[in-house]
């Protein structure tokens, strides 16, 4: 049921990742570039609302905050954003734009996709020589816990409320500078 479930909300995910046009690395780039903020208006928008609908679920009970995790700090956590920006930019792909332009048949996500799972392979084969480095050492104070107090949800709905209206009202693009 759980593989069913998966691949349902996998393919609604995809679905809506399309029709907003994060599949597009027109549309990627140009955000990327402050050119065209339609994307970064529809993300800032799906992060306040889902935010709100979180906090909101976790405060009537839907939703069990046990099953909330947040990554440690760490300097590798660090060092893989800058690498998963990196790759973004210059490839106007992430990881799940590009599964679902692999999946629409796009040949430039082949490479994408096989280089992600390469460069996952590489990762977990040095992790051990990583780990002496010290790159998954705690930094700024490693592990950070919620707690759960109303005037947290209600900041953190507020947030989410800030995210949507940013959203709503934050122009379409700047424009080209030169």
Do not use: N
């Not at 609908?53 to 839907?62: E, K, N, S």
């Not at 690498?83 to 048949?105: D, E, I, K, N, Y």
């Not at 082949?110 to 590489?122: E, K, N, P, R, Y």
């Not at 592990?143 to 122009?171: D, E, H, N, Q």
């Amino acid at each position: 049921m759980e593989l069913i479930l998966a691949v349902v909300l996998g393919t609604l995910f995809g679905y809506v990742l399309t029709r907003v046009g994060a599949t597009s690395k027109e549309k990627i780039i140009g955000m990327l570039t402050l050119t065209d903020l339609h994307l970064a208006k529809t993300i800032f928008t799906a992060i306040g609302l889902g935010s709100v609908l979180l906090w909101v679920g976790i405060a009537t009970g839907v939703v069990d905050a046990g099953h909330l995790s947040i990554k440690s700090m760490t300097l590798g956590v660090v060092v893989g954003g800058a690498l998963l920006g990196l790759g973004w930019a210059m490839s106007g792909m992430c990881p799940g734009t590009a599964v679902t332009r692999l999946g629409a048949g796009k040949r430039d996500a082949v490479a994408f996709v096989i280089g992600g799972l390469l460069g996952a392979g590489a990762l977990t084969l040095s992790y051990p020589l990583f780990e002496q480095l010290g790159l998954f050492a705690p930094v700024l104070g490693g592990k950070t816990y919620l707690a759960f107090t109303p005037l947290l949800m209600l900041a953190a709905v507020a947030i989410g409320l800030g995210f949507m209206l940013a959203g709503r009202y934050l122009p379409s693009g700047l424009r080209r500078l030169g």
